[in-house]
């Protein structure tokens, strides 16, 4: 597996040129919105603070008028509304960051806002893939490292599956269309692993007879 942080990107969302024999079928990057709610969990926060101000309105609601504790819980709610767009910004900036990519012998993510890294992932180290999808088609591709390939959950997340930490799983979170894309990494990497492989060997000179 490949990292490099700082050099120029030859080929968009790639640390170098491609060589030659290779090259790209697919890119894309996550959905911000669709990041922010399966990442950042925006709709259980949002969800959070409209509990908390209702709970809030309850409370003041058995000393004060009801309209005057509907009030009681508006900074809640605005407070909420506040905690989501941070979230949503956060979100907006690892998805445009972040540069998926499939050619025809590996995956490859670009990722990383502040510091930028690449990883490299040759489908000869790819054992499996998880696809989850939404109704809308978007959804998250996981792909199970095989041999001594590890990566950081820490420093991969959000871009990895959700809890799998001590083996950690880098994914395309968050895509359209996911399963168009799955179907193309299959196809893919079953060539590419399938692909026959040619070995050179030197014959010895053979020895001739004096006469």
């Known amino acids: 597996m490949h990292h490099d942080d700082f050099k120029f990107e030859p080929v968009h969302g790639l640390p ?6 290779e090259h790209i079928l697919w890119q894309g990057a996550p959905t911000p919105l669709r990041l922010a709610k ?10 959070y603070f409209v509990v908390l101000a209702i709970w809030r309105a309850g409370v003041s609601s058995a000393s004060v008028p ?12 605005l407070a909420g509304a506040v905690a ?12 445009k960051s972040t540069v998926y990519t499939l050619t025809n ?5 670009r990722i990383g806002a502040a510091l930028t890294m690449t990883l490299n ?3 000869v180290c790819i054992g499996n893939a998880a696809l989850k999808t939404s109704k809308n088609g978007h959804g998250t591709i996981s792909f199970e ?4 390939t590890r990566i950081s959950y820490l420093m991969t997340w959000p871009h990895v599956r959700a809890w ?4 950690a799983q880098p994914s395309f979170r968050a895509i359209p269309d996911a399963a168009r894309v799955a179907q193309i990494f299959a196809d893919a990497a079953e060539t590419r692993v399938h692909e026959p492989k040619i070995e050179r060997t030197e014959s010895a000179p053979s020895a001739v007879a004096a006469e």
Do not use: F
């Open 66 to 77: 009801l309209p005057t504790a509907m009030g009681h819980g508006v900074p809640l709610l």
């Open 16 to 21: 170098e040129a491609l060589p030659e024999g």
């Open 38 to 47: 399966e990442a950042w969990k925006l709709n259980w926060i949002m969800g």
């Open 145 to 148: 490292l095989i041999g001594d």
């Open 164 to 167: 799998n930490i001590s083996k």
């Open 84 to 95: 989501c767009l941070v979230i949503y910004g956060l979100a907006y900036v690892q998805a």
């Open 121 to 123: 992932l040759p489908y």
């Open 105 to 109: 012998k590996r995956a490859a993510m």
